[in-house]
């Protein structure tokens, strides 16, 4: 079956810009996790969605940062004006309800700010 | 803070030797913890995982060894081979704050030489 989908591949946009990532989970996975992976570093988590409750927005690293998902699906991690230190490939996973261990990710979206 | 202390940063191995990777943890409210997988380009993929009730765990040429009472996991890579050649994160997973989440290592970067 399909796996986690994320676009675009790569984005470029110009410091102080708006960008909107878009994430399309495996269908049925009720848990949806935003990562950021800066390069050769590891995983940083950034924000988690499990069904209808309310988001972990703990991993958030400020306010220009917010996530959404609309109807138990797709999920869209946007950044406000960007930052250069913002450059990193976003990664979304996905995981079955109860098995948070076993999460499937994207390929990323690598974002540059220049 | 939940952590997870992952070791070396970077391996190298001969063809067909054993390459392995340490990690260590802090909290004893873990439930799994997995190990992933990440080639260049990609996003990390669940390679192998072991409870903690279990004290090792085999997949092919893939071995989780786990002592709970150190609070410390690694894998071990039998055979290696240069298609091993990836950076390899360990993970835990528990719940935090209400959400059931990976604590990940900082990852090593594993080559295998011909």
């Known amino acids: 079956g399909a796996g986690v989908s994320q676009s675009p591949s790569n984005k470029v946009t110009e410091k102080g810009k708006d960008v909107e990532l878009r994430c399309d989970p495996i269908s049925g996975h009720t848990a949806l996790y935003w990562y950021r992976q800066s390069l050769g570093q590891g995983l940083e988590f950034l924000i988690y969605?499990?069904?209808?409750?309310?988001?972990?927005k703990s991993g958030l690293p400020s306010d220009r940062f917010s996530a959404e998902r609309t109807g138990g699906s797709v999920s869209t991690l946007t950044i406000q004006r960007t930052q250069q230190e913002d450059s990193a490939v976003y990664l979304c996973a996905s995981s079955p309800i109860g098995s948070s261990y076993e999460q499937y990710f994207g390929p990323g979206t690598r974002l540059t700010v220049t | 803070q939940q952590q997870v202390k992952q070791s070396p940063q970077s391996l190298i191995v001969q063809k067909g030797g054993i390459s392995i990777i340490n990690c260590a943890y802090e909290?004893?409210?873990?439930?799994?913890f997995p190990w992933y997988q990440q080639f260049p380009g990609k996003g990390p993929a669940l390679l192998i995982a072991?409870?903690?009730?279990?004290s090792e765990k085999k997949e092919g040429r893939f071995t989780i060894s786990f002592n709970k009472s150190a609070k410390q996991f690694s894998l071990h890579i039998m055979d290696s081979q240069p298609g091993d050649s990836a950076t390899y994160f360990c993970?835990?997973?528990?719940?935090?704050?209400?959400?059931?989440?990976?604590?990940f290592g900082q990852g090593t970067r594993l080559t295998i030489n011909p």
């Open positions: 909290n004893t409210a873990f439930d799994y």
């Open positions: 072991i409870r903690p009730d279990v």
């Open positions: 993970a835990a997973s528990g719940w935090r704050q209400g959400a059931q989440k990976l604590v």
């Open positions: 969605f499990q069904g209808n409750s309310a988001p972990d």
